[in-house]
């Protein structure tokens, strides 16, 4: 499975590390017919005739290619703020479908709307890479939904639901995503029991 990314997923930047286990490729890669919009710290594709966006096609391979996806698609607000979009990526080895996140919600207070063109972070800004003063700190990071740790336990990841819709009890996996886990023998996607923190 491929997805082409453009804004705070590209490597080097901070969100990059929470799919970065997943990716076995990246690869430099434009997509025509979409400009970006500068929403303050992080970029919204949407169409535009004569647009090009520039950014890589990360590539995911076996099972955990829907883990991935499936933790892309909590981030990106899918399909509310983002929508998840099959587009045609073009790569220095040729053309290829792949999905990308197109803007679907504009506007809000504070947010900018100014068209930046095809490259984020546009030219000039002061838009930052990703910083490793956590890591060199000690902090650790929840290993489901990417947020730092306090005292070793996140605070937001529910635990995992006793067993999946089709009877399995020992076949349950973390997806990624805060609250999701994967169902080894039937492949679906169980959801973790409401828990009784704030």
């Keep these: 499975m491929r997805v082409f990314v453009y804004g705070s997923l590209k490597r080097d930047y901070w969100n990059h590390a929470l799919i970065e286990d997943y990716v076995t490729d990246v690869t430099p890669a434009s997509v025509r017919g ?48 983002y929508r998840r979009t ?68 996140c605070r937001f990841c529910p635990t995992a639901p006793a067993s999946c819709a089709c009877g399995s009890d020992a076949d349950l996996i973390e997806t990624g995503v805060a609250g999701t886990f994967a169902c080894r023998t039937c492949d679906d996607i169980a959801e973790a029991a409401a828990s009784g923190g704030a």
């Design 34 to 81: 979409f400009t970006l919009l500068d929403l303050g710290s992080f970029p919204g594709a949407i169409p535009s005739p004569q647009g090009t966006v520039e950014g890589e096609l990360l590539t995911f391979a076996g099972p955990s290619s829907r883990l991935a996806v499936a933790k892309l698609d909590r981030l990106e607000g899918h399909p509310t703020f």
């Design 86 to 153: 099959l587009v045609e990526v073009e790569t220095p080895e040729g053309r290829v479908k792949a999905w990308t996140y197109v803007l679907q919600q504009r506007g809000g207070r504070g947010q900018a709307q100014r068209c930046i063109g095809s490259t984020w972070p546009a030219p000039g800004s002061r838009v930052p890479r990703r910083s490793l003063r956590r890591e060199r700190r000690g902090y650790e990071r929840c290993r489901s939904c990417g947020l730092t740790l306090a005292n070793g336990e």
